[in-house]
């Protein structure tokens, strides 16, 4: 089967008649794109940029209806968006308990298996103790150097000229990432608990670089909040195939 990497080729082309069956795409920008006619039987999506946009099935936004159902999947999931100290200490409790039900149930033999090419629950709360990284310690606390060695960089990291000599190159042993995932855990926890209304307002500089967003401190928790919530779905979802 041929794979297309880093092409613009098919930007504004017209496909007719064409067979996508069983085709996969993966981290590439669809944005825009136009189907009409098409069979969707089983058409599998997932993107997490999902919600800062529109999906138009039939002439309906369905991005609303989906938020909507994961918060019933994920209660406390809404609490994702709060803008006060309290909300944000309650979301970040609904998540971490959520998180805790997923990693007590999960059996030895699965925490390093994988789906396809998605990361396993290992890799998932090594990503996690990256993100706590980049947006508690990095974004709001401003530490020069943020990042444990660890940490699961996202994919492109390398190619966009990120130091990739901060991190490990041998995977670590399940225990010690607990450790530390515990570690950031009780960081965030400890943050929130004299977290003000003040201090959520404050600008940050974003930790991945780039002019082109100013988060508040409020906007760096929110994003931890969002990709707590985000790959505890992609877990779960791959944990189910394999059980």
């Known amino acids: 089967m041929t794979t297309y990497t880093r092409t613009k080729e098919f930007e ?25 006619g098409v069979d969707v039987n089983g058409l599998d999506i997932d993107s997490h940029d999902l919600f800062f946009g529109s999906l138009i099935v039939n002439g309906v936004d369905v991005v609303p209806f989906v938020d909507a159902e994961l918060n019933r999947q994920f209660p406390g999931r809404e609490l994702q968006k709060a803008q006060t100290p309290e909300g944000l200490r309650e979301g970040w409790v609904a998540v971490q308990s959520a998180w805790r039900t997923t990693v007590d149930s999960t059996p030895p033999d699965l925490v390093d298996a994988r ?4 990361w396993s629950l290992a890799q998932t709360l090594r990503h996690l103790v990256l993100a706590t990284d980049a947006w508690l310690r990095g974004g709001i606390l401003r530490i020069e150097q943020p990042f444990h060695e660890i940490g699961q960089i996202f994919t492109g990291a390398a190619e966009a ?43 940050r500089a974003n930790p991945w670089g780039g002019d082109d967003w100013h988060p508040t401190v409020g906007d760096c928790v929110r994003v931890i909040l969002e990709e707590e919530w985000a790959h505890l779905r992609y877990i779960r979802r791959d944990l189910a195939r394999m059980r």
């Not at 064409?18 to 085709?23: H, M, T, V």
């Open 12 to 36: 504004g082309a017209t496909f007719v008649n064409a067979s996508f069956k069983g085709a996969t795409v993966r981290f590439s920008d669809v944005s825009g794109m136009t189907m009409r």
């Open 115 to 118: 789906v396809d090419d998605e």
């Open 161 to 203: 000229g990120f130091d990739m000599s901060i991190f490990r190159a041998d995977p670590p042993a399940y225990a010690e990432i607990l450790a530390v995932r515990a570690e950031r855990q009780q960081q965030v926890t400890d943050f929130l608990a004299t977290a003000t209304p003040e201090l959520l307002a404050e600008d």
